[in-house]
């Protein structure tokens, strides 16, 4: 299963909770309109030239002061410490690219994002498991592995965790900062769905361990103003910047998409992000209530969906394992879309579980959705 939308929702009929897209309806054209036309009646040639490998230095000033009033750090973040990336993506194939040899082994919270595996599994890495429970990946796990396993990269996504929707808590980042340091593994966060939380922000990002721990910061503009940029960053010590910055790839290419950078940097200094994103916030916040709230008058008390507090995801634990083939298929016939837990995972785990997304749909498609979802379950026996 691929991350494209082209096919997915052709079909006007099926309602698809596997996606994990913005709704185009959050897509704001009317914003990124303003800051285009803002950048190019500057008359400034060089936003079509190639760009300075870690990023434009006035787009990562602005980041890194947009960041902290954010509250993902207490302070500006330094410009020599932000990479400006084509998304988490990019940044995550970057540094496998920069950072392991085949055989290589990557921890990863069991499940996590479905597509990030694929990613490690191209640059022939093994894949570690660790497991997690509500408050996220457990440090005694990840102790175990680190020791046992010596993975060269710890994969974990922090904040509202795809698939979970879980946050790891602040007293486990700080442990988990000192074992990466300690076994010399680097931490790769992946913080897709940080500025996304609904109610109150998670702990900080895990970029206020760089200077003490080996930890990559990985953000993106995906989730919070268009995955169409191709547009994220990587917070860092510049010395663990300095091997993707030199990559052939950065080298050959400068920085990546520059043109979109030079937009974002326009809605940045317009201002216009920090209200879209209490905009955005809102919205969600209502789609997951909605659909949060179909689940458990619809599926009966036996199937228990989580409430994140944040990001795009609902967790639905059934009660009992399906295939996961078969569960797509019935969906299938049922005119609905949803990821079987067992693609989450790693280990083939989870098959008792399901993810559903409400980013995509408006409240009434959702509960559509999940009534389609409830006769399918029932279908399978
Ligand atoms: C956890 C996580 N990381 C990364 C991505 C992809 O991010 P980007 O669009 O910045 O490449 C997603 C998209 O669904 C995601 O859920």
Sequence with gaps: MS??????????????????????????????????????????????QYGLEEGDHGFRTLL??????EGATATPIAPEELFIT??????LDLICTAQTQPGDTVAVEDPTYFLAHKIFRDHGLRIGTIPTDDRGAIPDEIAKVLATERPRLLYLIPAYQNPTGTTLIEERRRTIAELCREYGTLLVADEAYHLLGYESPPPPSFGIYAAEAPVMALGSFSKILGPGLRLGWVHAAPEHLRPLITSGLYDSGGGANPFAASVVRSVLELGLLAQHLRTLRANLAGRRD???????????????????????FIWVRAPRAYDADALVAAAARHKV???????CSPSGSFSDCLRVSFSYYEPPELRRGVQRLAAALESTG
Excluded: W
């Design 3 to 48: 991350n494209a939308v082209s096919t997915q929702r052709s079909a006007s009929d099926v309602i698809n909770l596997a996606l994990g897209h913005p709704s185009p309806e959050l897509l704001p054209l009317a914003m990124v309109r303003r800051a285009a036309a803002d950048r190019l009646s500057s008359g400034d040639r060089l936003v079509l």
């Design 64 to 69: 890194g002061q947009f960041l902290a009033r």
């Design 86 to 91: 084509a998304g988490i993506s990019g940044a």
């Design 290 to 312: 909605a659909l949060h709230a179909a689940l458990k008058d619809t599926l009966g008390p036996q199937c228990v969906p989580n409430r994140p507090d944040g990001g795009y």
């Design 337 to 343: 879309g949803i990821m079987p837990g067992s693609r």
